[in-house]
């Protein structure tokens, strides 16, 4: 029998990703069973316990994939000359945030994450590095900014940082809580000036 090649064997772990992704935004950690995310990923069980001895498993991949992908996007923005604005940075860290099929926001699975550090020790650590790592890798992009005027100089490189994964943080809260999930960029928003009861 022929051996899967390491493409194969990649992207059959990604669609087990991708179908744990979908069931976990949709119904939490907890809600969700191993035996869904077989069905969903339509690969055999033993094929989904040779990639992943547990749900645990599979909650810290999940998360790893998101966050990483924040991290690819981040180190693409260092390298761009000149650097990017600061609304370009926070639009391209916002639409490097998971989604689904369609771009939606996957919102509560953030929030589900980020709850779920209080329990898994594995998951806590993983969030707590790349958070770290985010934090260092935005200090060369706000030393530019500051020198153009972008952001305030009367606080430190390390509360400014704080404060743009703050923002970044409290748009997927935004999506999660008043847009049921969805990107609040795609919510109405009435035009300055405009009156908002016409």
Known sequence: MARLSDVARSERRDSIIAAAAER?????????????????????AGTVYMHFASKDD??????EQALDGV??????LLDRDPAPSLAAFLTSIRTSLPSDASGALRAHLV??????????PRL?????????????????LISMWRERGEMPSDLS?????????ALVQGHIV?????????????RAVPDAGSDPHR
Do not use: C, K
């Open 24 to 44: 976990f935004s949709s119904q939490g950690f907890h809600a969700t069973s191993m035996a869904e995310i077989i069905s969903d990923s339509g690969v055999a």
């Open 58 to 63: 599979l909650i810290v991949a999940t998360a």
């Open 174 to 186: 935004q999506a999660a809580v008043l847009s049921g999930g969805r990107d609040p960029r795609r």
């Open 71 to 76: 991290g690819r996007t981040l180190a693409g």
């Open 124 to 140: 806590a650590a993983l969030v707590s590095d790349r958070y770290d790592a985010l934090l260092a890798g935005v200090n060369p």
């Open 157 to 165: 490189s390390a509360e400014l940082g704080r404060d743009l994964l």
């Open 111 to 120: 929030l589900h994450s980020w709850a779920e550090t209080s329990r898994n």
